[in-house]
């Protein structure tokens, strides 16, 4: 661990990446102790109200804080995100793992579910599970889920096509170990950056396709808050209200630069020259 803060305290991007989601954090952990009201609060200022200095974001078309509602939309997107990641990587690397170090009918029945899931783009996926679903968290999570398990898959099988020709994996299945352990054992944890680098540029992805699901109407529902339905409804009244769309689209903006170029430090440290 101490390695990976120090890695990352000499790269200049990272540093800007680690700051810009400190920051986001720290902003959303201290903003519920601050009086600025709360998200579905509607009247609690005039409709369309310009941002100042008792109500820094402005207030939306029911009155509505903007500066609370883009504090929770922005935790929604990221939970959203990285949850729906986290689950899927896990699942994605270690079958696609399993899959390619036993060969033959297992890889390539992997390598046809990436194929197929890749011919899908997210948001004609978006449709597919809402029609079969409904909108909603759900929903935005499994189509999540399904856009960034492909990309995991294929650099988990490149990856683990040259690991699994290294002497300790053939000097385990000399000594007769197990399958599973040392796929567990042996494989997943030369892995372990790989799947981590790539984890966190999926949450990037994960960030914008839950706006975009939300943007249309599919994925988060009100009155919960989300930077994408945020972006929706602002859109309407952009002429007369443009902090409405500015707002959600800079915290948005933000969230998914401080994450891709924290990813781009961890690669730059943990995998010099690979990919």
Same mark, same amino acid.
């Given at each position: 661990?101490?390695?990976?803060?120090?890695?990352?305290?000499?790269?200049?991007? +990272?540093? #800007?990446?680690?700051?810009?989601?400190?920051?986001?954090?720290? *902003?959303?952990?201290?903003?519920?102790?601050?009086?600025?009201?709360?998200?579905?609060?509607?009247? /609690? +200022? +005039?409709?369309?109200?310009?941002?100042?200095? =008792?109500? !820094? *974001?402005?207030? &939306?078309?029911?009155?509505?804080?903007?500066?609370?509602?883009?504090?929770?939309?922005?935790?929604?997107?990221?939970?959203?995100?990285?949850?729906?990641?986290?689950?899927?990587?896990?699942?994605? +690397?270690?079958?696609?793992?399993?899959?390619?170090?036993?060969?033959?009918?297992?890889? $390539?029945?992997? =390598?046809? %579910?990436? &194929?197929?899931?890749?011919?899908? !783009?997210?948001? @004609?996926?978006?449709?597919?599970?809402?029609?079969?679903?409904? !909108?909603? #968290?759900?929903?935005?999570?499994?189509?999540?889920?399904?856009?960034?398990?492909?990309?995991?898959?294929?650099? #988990?099988?490149? $990856?683990?096509?040259?690991?699994?020709?290294?002497?300790?994996?053939?000097?385990?299945?000399?000594?007769?170990?197990?399958?599973?352990?040392?796929?567990?054992?042996?494989?997943?944890? =030369?892995?372990?950056?790989?799947?981590?680098?790539?984890?966190? /540029?999926?949450?990037?992805?994960?960030?914008?396709?839950?706006?975009?699901?939300?943007?249309?109407?599919?994925?988060?529902?009100?009155?919960?808050?989300?930077?994408?339905?945020?972006?929706?409804?602002?859109?309407? /009244?952009?002429? %007369?209200?443009?902090?409405?769309?500015?707002?959600?689209?800079?915290? @948005?903006?933000?969230? %998914?630069?401080?994450? =891709?170029?924290?990813?781009?430090?961890?690669?730059?440290?943990?995998?010099?020259?690979?990919?």
């Amino acid at each position: 661990m101490r390695k990976v803060w120090r890695g990352l305290a000499a790269d200049p991007l +990272a540093r #800007v990446g680690f700051v810009l989601l400190a920051v986001l954090v720290v *902003f959303n952990a201290v903003l519920p102790l601050l009086p600025v009201g709360q998200p579905d609060e509607v009247g /609690y +200022a +005039a409709r369309f109200a310009p941002p100042a200095w =008792n109500l !820094p *974001f402005g207030a &939306d078309n029911l009155g509505q804080p903007i500066l609370a509602r883009v504090a929770e939309g922005m935790r929604m997107t990221f939970l959203l995100a990285s949850l729906s990641v986290l689950i899927s990587g896990a699942i994605a +690397a270690f079958l696609s793992v399993s899959a390619t170090y036993a060969g033959g009918l297992a890889d $390539e029945g992997s =390598n046809r %579910i990436a &194929d197929i899931l890749f011919a899908f !783009p997210p948001i @004609l996926l978006g449709m597919l599970v809402v029609a079969i679903l409904q !909108p909603g #968290v759900t929903s935005a999570m499994i189509v999540i889920a399904a856009i960034s398990m492909p990309p995991m898959m294929r650099v #988990v099988r490149a $990856e683990t096509l040259q690991i699994m020709r290294r002497d300790f994996v053939i000097s385990a299945e000399i000594a007769g170990v197990g399958f599973l352990s040392r796929v567990v054992t042996h494989l997943l944890p =030369n892995l372990a950056e790989v799947i981590l680098i790539q984890m966190v /540029y999926a949450i990037s992805i994960g960030m914008l396709t839950e706006s975009a699901l939300s943007f249309l109407g599919i994925g988060v529902q009100p009155p919960t808050a989300s930077l994408g339905s945020m972006l929706r409804d602002g859109i309407i /009244y952009l002429e %007369i209200a443009p902090w409405m769309v500015l707002f959600p689209g800079l915290a @948005l903006a933000l969230s %998914i630069i401080g994450v =891709n170029l924290l990813g781009d430090g961890l690669r730059r440290m943990l995998r010099p020259g690979v990919f």
